[in-house]
């Protein structure tokens, strides 16, 4: 199976500079492209009997190197996989879009998730060293897989730079037995059926006062000067910050699940419905409730264990774990479950986890 590794690029002046060329080079063919894209659609929609034929984006890097390349020379600065790749990704957002996964592709502005894709003569120089066509060698400061990937993508995150690709790995194989359910919440971030309780982070709650007070800050500063720009990159250190706290957090529970189980036990949440909550969105999305599942599925895979997700109408917190009896209704302010029919006494999080622990067996 693909394994995604990412890591931070240790540089220098001159390679931010190419990194920000490379990155102004895809946001202009990504912004190009889906410009002629719209315009297409607008044609075929006005005129529905003279369609136009939707481009691919192998036509589109052809219109590309026959229309914009020589009124911007500057392209040639920068490796011409770049905005072929930025053509291949806006064709997957239009795909995404007909298919009524997605939305419409936006238009990309500077300084906004800047990042590209570059792909051919990639080749890892020793533990710490990558060499990538047109911008040369690149240190990281950890170890990279002793490989050699056919692409990678760049990003930028508050000037940092992380380099990311993927490679093949083969799935190991669960010596255990064991069955695990786990019953997700706001409180705690998980509980599960073994009696263990998982705190979560809280991480936007913990820096919330304080990217507030930042932001505030900035509501005055004139946009586009110096002082706004340095206030936007204090902004999103504390963004990555919380990000990386809530991964870390969810890193090590899925790991801990999927290596020391046979079986993971989940709920089928709505998290979209559960995020509308005006009183617990924030902190539902503080816990990272779709991550943790994303994260589980690829590591139950990876070391050889099974993802079991029961359907979000299975009344886990109402059912009985000790005689099985339903309860018509249980408010959710209650967080000790009482049974009526065998006097059963349990907290509410545990006594779902269990519940959820008995379908897989």
């Not at 990504?30 to 192998?58: M, R, V, Y």
């Not at 879009?97 to 300084?111: D, W, Y």
Request: charged share 25%; hydrophobic share 35%; aromatic share 10%.
């Amino acid at each position: 199976m693909l394994l995604g590794f990412k890591t931070e690029l240790k540089l220098n002046n001159l390679q931010r500079t190419q990194l920000l060329q490379h990155c102004g080079v895809s946001r202009h063919a990504w912004n190009w492209g889906l410009a002629l894209t719209k315009q297409i659609l607008d044609h075929n929609q006005i005129n529905p009997i003279e369609k136009i034929k939707f481009p691919s984006a192998i036509d589109l890097h052809k219109w590309l190197v026959a229309l914009v390349k020589p009124e911007y020379p500057w392209y040639y600065e920068c490796s011409k996989s770049t905005p072929q790749e930025a053509l291949r990704s806006l064709r997957t957002a239009w795909d995404r879009c007909f298919k009524k996964i997605s939305g419409v592709p936006n238009f990309k502005k500077r300084g906004l998730s800047d990042r590209f894709t570059i792909e051919g003569a990639i080749k890892v120089i020793g533990l710490s060293k990558i060499q990538v066509p047109k911008i040369g060698i690149l240190k990281t400061y950890e170890r990279l897989p002793q490989l050699n990937p056919k692409s990678v993508s760049i990003s930028r995150q508050a000037k940092k730079w992380f380099i990311s690709f993927r490679f093949d790995v083969e799935q190991q194989e669960c010596s255990n037995t064991s069955i695990i359910g786990v019953d997700l919440g706001i409180k705690t971030l998980a509980t599960l059926s073994s009696g263990e309780v998982i705190v979560g982070c809280k991480s936007y709650c913990f820096f919330e006062a304080k990217l507030s007070r930042l932001q505030w800050l900035n509501r005055h500063k004139i946009k586009g000067s110096a002082n706004w720009k340095k206030a936007q990159i204090e902004i999103a250190r504390v963004h990555r910050k919380i990000a990386n706290i809530r991964k870390d957090t969810l890193h090590k529970l899925t790991i801990y699940l999927s290596k020391n189980h046979a079986q993971v036990v989940i709920e089928d949440l709505n998290v979209r419905g559960m995020m509308a909550n005006h009183k617990l969105g924030k902190a539902i999305g503080d816990m990272g409730f779709y991550e943790f599942r994303r994260q589980l599925t690829y590591k139950c895979e990876l070391y050889g264990s099974k993802l079991v997700v029961v359907d979000r109408w299975f009344p886990s917190s109402k059912t009985c774990s000790n005689c099985g009896t339903k309860k018509e209704t249980l408010p959710l302010k209650e967080r000790v479950f009482e049974c009526g029919h065998c006097s059963f006494v349990l907290n509410r999080d545990l006594n779902a986890a269990i519940n959820l622990s008995k379908v897989a067996s």
